[in-house]
Structures are given as C-alpha cells and as structure tokens.
C-alpha cells in the first residue's frame, strides 16, 4: 500500500469517526448513518462535511497527534458548526467561506481547551462547538450578504425531493401513528444532536444506537425518561422539548456518564437518574439567559454537568470499586464494562500499587483486621503475622525462649519500593509473656511509597535492622528480623498500611497486591485481597524461565507454528506458519499483533504476574488462542497453585444471547467464562527442565457449564512455548518461539 493510500485511508477514517464520534463512539456503522443523516437537509449535510474535513486537513497538517485524529477527537466539534451553520442559512458561496473559517476557529478552540481542561484530566466535551456556533449567531445580524434558510418550514417538500411520494408517505405514516408525545420528542431530540427537525431522523439514529451499542440505547432512554418525569414532577411543560430542541442534553449526559467517561454499573446508572433533574434546572435557566442574546443554550447544559461530576470526581480521596472512570477508552460501553469487570480485580484504581507480603516462605495470620486483643477503633486495619508447624503451634518445646519461636529471627522485607523514613533498632526484645507499654510498637521501620501510602513494620528483634532513615530500598529488600519487642508478648511482625508518616499513625484499609493462600489442596493465587485470620499466606517465588519466556520485548518477533486436528474447516483454517510482532501503541502498552491477520493482543507484566488485558480481532486466530490460555500465569509459584480469573463475555460470547446480556449487563451478567490455571506438583513441573501447566476455560450461562477447553502449556528452557487446547473434538496445537532462535 503506497504512502498516498495510507494518508487517503486515515483521513477518511478520521471523517467517519469525527461523525460517530458525537456519540463517543467509533462504529463506522453509526458514522454512515449519521452522515446520511445529515444530508436530510442538504445544506446541513454539506456544511458539515466541509466543516469536518476542514478541521482534519489542518490536525493533520499542523503535526498533531495522528492516533487522535483518526479517532475525530479535533473534527466533531468543528462538524457540529458546519452542521448548525448549514442549516441556517442558504447555501451559497459566501456560507462555504464561513463554514470554513468558523472551522478554522473551532479547531484552534479545541486546541485551547485540550489544554486547559487535559491539565485536570477532564475532556472539552462539544465546549469548542458552543464559542464556535455562538460566534457565528451573535454575529448573524450583521451578516448581511447571507441568506436565512427556509429549510424546514416545508417539510413534506423537502422529502419528496429525497424520495419521491413513497417517502413522504412513509414519514406520514410514523407521523400519524406514533402519537405518543413521549415518543415523539424523545425521536426529535435525537434528531436535534444533528440539527434535524423532523421525525425520521430521530429513529434512525435510535436505531443505530441499538445496532451499535445496546448498553448506549438503554442510556439515552433512561436519561430522557428520567427527564421527563422531572419536568412532570415539578410542573414544567414538557411539550417544549419538542420546539426547542434541546432534549439531547438529557441523552448526551446519561450516555456520557452512564456508559463512556464511567465504567457502566448499577451505581453509575443510579447517578444518571440522580443527576438528571439538575441537567433539566440548569436547562430550564440557560434558556431564559440565552433568550435574551437571541441564541439558543445547545449542548451548555450538558457540558456543564458532566465536567462537574467528572471533575468532583478525580478529588476524591479514595476510588470506590463500584463508581469508576475507564481508565482506557474502548469505544465502546459494553466493551468497557466486559473488560473492566475483570480487570478491576487485576487493577483496581482504588489500590493503584501492588504491595507484597513482608516476610519470605509460609506465615500465618495470628489476628488480623478489627482483632480479638488489638487492632481496634483507627487502627483496626493491620495484621500479626507468625510461623506455626504443621500442628498450628508457633513455638516448639515450652515457648519460653525467644529461639522457640518459628518467626523470631525470620527476614522482614519492604513490601513496595521506597524510602525508609523512620527506623528505630534500640529496644530490647521482651521477655516471653512480658510486654513494654511504653514504647509499645517496638524496633519500627516505616518505609514511604509516595505522599499518600506508608507501610510500618512493627515489633522487630533488638538491633536487627539492616537499614537507616534515608535509606531507598527496592520490594523485597531485607529491612531487619522478626522480634518481641513493645507491646508483643510472644515473638509476631506487626503490619499495616498508613497514610501518614508517624509511629502511631491510624492505619489505612488496603490490601496486598498478589499472595498466594494455602489451601486443602495447595494454592490458590488472590490479587488484591485482605488476608482473614488462620489463613496462611506466602509470597510466590519468581522463576526465572517462566519469566523470561514471557517477557515480550518491544521490536521482538515472533515464529508460530499452528496445527489442527478438526472436522471443522473453520478451524483447519488456522493451520500454518505466522509471524507476530510486539509493539507498543500511544499509552505506551505492549501488545502482540499477528502481521498477517492484524489481530492484537494486549499485555501486562509487572514482574509478578503477566496478564493478557485486551483482544481484538477474528476468533479463529492462534492470537486468539494465545491469549485465552496465557490469560493470567503468574512469574512466581509454588507446585499445586491454582489461578482463577474471569475472562470477558465477549470474547467467547455471541448471536442473540450477547445480545440479550448486552442490555442487562450494567445490572446482572448471567455469561460467564471462568479461567483457572493449574500448576502441576513439583515433580512434573519442572520435568526435563520444561515448565508445565494445564488451564480449564469453561463458559457458563446463569452458573451452568455450556462448553469446556481442557489446555496443556508446556515452556521449554529455551523459551519455547507449546500449547495444546482439546475442545468439541477438536485439538489446537501452538508452537510459539523468538524467531531469531
């Protein structure tokens, strides 16, 4: 493909996107719809695609960010100009030049206001439009060599002239029997998103909306319905939604808020029916303002709400896991939602570091939060950890001596990178069943991780500290022993996180990142989680070849071989040779793309765990594949781990049921497909030198298993990774290996 195709492609990308992107979508089947749209009233269509086209050329000639133009962030708002514009006046030469440099104008406002509210992390939303199509109406008067369209008074004329007599009998005909004022006003204010004023519109772009995205539709009804029992509740006339035009800011916000900027949820859905009514007062207020410039409010209303919530937002001190902004945009709500109901149990944004357990080999949880001695009140979020024996005794022979105990002497390590910023090494430890109240946290070391997140390890053995005031130290770093000194009348390590500096300080609710919890059988891995009492906890141990062979290195490539033994022909279809290419995109995440089928992978690794975060691209892909069954695998492990996770609906999910899930999934997901990676027991795990492991994907519909995948991985010492996936009589077989090998 020559240089010219390539700039030809993304710029008619970047159009069809500036288009759907009003919806805060990148569908290009809602892009044709809308641009079909638009051109209901010519002059509008026109106006509009100069506009955007205008706006593009000059993102595109001006250097900007390339990944941000194809997506329409800098052509919507100059559209939406181009659109009011075209509608209001006449088509002329004159008009053309006017849309052109209100584009221009629009354009360089979007830049400004890129800058001023990016700093705060928020969007400009359609701000840009507001100066740009206010500009251009307060200056109307004076405008004296353009022409005021009649567009619009004649409404049957204008259809004939799209599509003859069957057309204007068809509008007809939703005319006279969609009677419900509801219905009517709620199809119009739809259509006003695109400054059309008629009811077809409207329709169709409710029913783009449903193809598109079903999670979007059901919004745009619930910020409308909300609305519009407000307006009933308070007294004011709802009818006239249906002249001004301005329902749209109802529908813009719940989509906004309930889909787009959040990740879409129960509580989120509950803020849009919370926040509404005020969308409808400051409504309600602008008009009477703007009434007196002669101009109308547009999207005001709806800028005004959702930056202000966005914004109360990002002040909050702590994240709630149920109320949560998209951290990366999909473009889509219910992909949102699929991926990040998995991944917010890999990433909470509540819990932004990962924080590992103090200590090396098996400890147990002697108290842990709001305790049965201490651990009370502020300070009730910590834990005592120590060593037992297989009995659950903490001491051998009588326990009257510090060495009887198993923890006393043991290595204390920081949980996180970071600075040591108090260190005390002097105090005696006690003698067993004594305590020293005085100074009763002991020999402390208090490690800082940033201004918000301080770890304090307590009760340490006399003069065993290995580090000072000062001191930068790295996770897992020896920081002193085990020992029983303050308030400790038998040998622990006391622990908690704090959010301030002090010996004393109220601890903080926050969990370790990833440890893994002896069970029956073994272990299972937990991310993110509050050890409870009794358990017994330990951090996994990193091997190193597993750690390499799932290192993917930015510019690596990779040499796959697939064979298939199946009936299907759909399947043998993946059969043969590929070559995959890691690489890194604009938010600096590495991901695996197939070159010959362009499926991408998505992947993180934070040197304890390598997860798969995303995938796009066809199903019947050795990609696809790789990414299921290496879904999660942790760097470290013990023999007989169990790893679970949840991978997203959509990804093994389709037809009619996707559908069905699609709009009740902001309330209940009755799909599921589990994942649980097995390790095997020492002996085979390391047989020959190779890493084995065996993986169970199975999807589930209201609990019940539909279809199961039975994996076997196997990693070879020279970094080969082999992987069998046995499902419906069918057999997978993946060979993947640096291709420089």
């Known amino acids: ?37 638009s051109f209901f009233d010519y002059g509008a269509g026109i106006g509009g695609l100069l506009a955007v086209i205008v706006a593009n050329s000059l993102a595109w000639g001006l250097g900007y960010n390339k990944y941000l133009v194809g997506t329409g962030f800098y052509g919507y708002n100059a559209l939406l100009v181009g659109l009011g514009i075209g509608l209001f006046y006449q088509p002329s030469i004159e008009v053309y030049v006017l849309i052109i440099i209100a584009a221009i104008l629009t354009f360089f406002i979007t830049i400004v206001f890129q800058g001023v509210l990016g700093k705060y992390g928020l969007p400009f939303l359609s701000i840009p439009f507001l100066f740009g199509i206010w500009i251009v109406a307060l200056s109307g008067g004076e405008l004296s060599a353009l022409n005021m369209s009649e567009r619009g008074i004649f409404t049957y004329n204008e259809l004939y002239s799209i599509g003859g007599q069957n057309f204007v009998n068809f509008y007809d005909f939703l005319e006279n029997n969609i009677r419900s004022s509801f219905i009517q006003i709620y199809f119009r204010s739809l259509g006003a998103i695109f400054f059309q004023t008629h009811l077809l519109a409207g329709i169709i772009i409710a029913v783009g909306l449903l193809f598109y995205s079903r999670i979007t539709f059901v919004l745009s009804l619930l910020g409308f319905t909300t609305a519009y029992l407000f307006y009933n509740l308070v007294g004011i006339e709802f009818n006239s939604l249906g002249y001004t035009f301005i329902g749209f800011n109802y529908i813009l916000t719940a989509i906004a808020l309930g889909g787009y900027y959040l990740v879409p949820g129960r509580i989120s859905f509950g803020w849009i029916i919370i926040l509404l009514p005020a969308v409808v007062l400051i409504t309600t207020s602008t008009q009477q303002i703007f009434l007196l410039l002669k101009v109308s409010a547009y999207s005001l209303p709806f800028n005004i709400v959702v930056l202000m919530f966005l914004y109360a937002l990002k002040l909050r001190e702590k994240r709630p896991r149920k109320l949560l902004e998209t951290p990366v945009q999909l473009g889509k709500p219910e992909k949102n939602l699929y991926l990040y109901s998995g991944n917010l149990k890999r990433f909470p944004a509540a819990y932004p570091v990962s924080a590992t357990l103090p200590f090396f080999g098996e400890w147990t949880v002697s108290q842990g939060h709001s305790g049965e001695h201490t651990h009370k009140g502020a300070w009730k979020h910590a834990w005592d950890f120590v ?26 390590v920081a949980p996180f990178d970071g600075t040591i910023i108090e260190a005390v090494n002097h105090i005696a430890d006690n003698t067993i069943g004594d305590v020293n109240t005085k100074e009763n946290w002991g020999n402390t070391v208090i490690v800082k991780h940033n201004d918000y997140l301080y770890a304090k390890l307590s009760h340490l053995k006399y003069h065993s500290l290995e580090v000072k005031v000062g001191d930068a130290v790295k996770k897992g770093q020896l920081l002193g022993r085990c020992g029983n000194t303050g308030r400790s009348p038998y040998p622990h390590l006391h622990f908690q996180f704090q959010v301030t500096p002090y010996i004393g300080s109220v601890t903080l609710d926050y969990p370790f990142g990833n440890f893994l919890l002896k069970e029956q059988n073994g272990f299972s891995l937990k991310n993110f989680e509050f050890p409870q009492k009794d358990d017994i906890v330990v951090n996994p141990t990193k091997n190193d070849s597993l750690a390499k062979a799932l290192h993917f290195i930015p510019g690596q490539r990779l040499k796959v071989e697939v064979e298939v033994d199946s009936e299907s022909k759909k399947w043998r279809k993946m059969a043969g040779e ?89 309330l209940y997901l009755f799909l599921n497909i589990d994942y649980q990676l097995l390790l095997k027991d020492a002996g085979d795990i390391l047989s020959s030198g190779d890493i084995e492991m065996n993986a169970e994907i199975s999807k589930r519909i209201f609990g019940k298993t539909v279809n199961a995948y039975e994996v076997e991985i196997k990693i070879t010492p020279e970094n080969v990774i082999e992987i069998s996936v046995i499902f419906n009589k069918a057999k997978i077989k993946i060979k993947c290996q640096n291709e420089l090998d």
């Open 387 to 412: 060593v037992t024996d297989r009995n659950g005794k903490q001491f051998k022979g009588s326990g009257d001596y510090h060495e009887d105990y198993f923890c006393f002497g043991k290595a204390v």
């Open 578 to 666: 590929y070559s995959w290419l890691v690489q890194t995109d604009v938010y600096n995440t590495s991901f695996i793309q197939c070159e010959k089928e362009g499926a991408v992978a998505y992947l993180h690794n934070n040197n304890e765990l390598h997860y798969f975060t995303n995938y796009v691209g066809k199903k019947y892909s050795a990609l696809f594949w790789f990414y299921t069954v290496l879904f999660k695998v942790p760097l470290g492990f013990l023999p007989n781990s169990k790893i679970s996770d949840s991978i997203p609906i959509n990804m093994m999910f389709g037809g009619l049921l996707k559908v069905l899930q699609d709009f009740v999934a902001p």
């Open 1 to 37: 493909m020559s240089v010219p195709t390539i700039i030809k492609k993304e710029i008619v990308q970047s159009v069809l996107n500036s288009y759907s992107q009003i919806f805060f979508s990148s569908s290009k089947l809602l892009a044709f719809s809308l641009i079909i749209i």
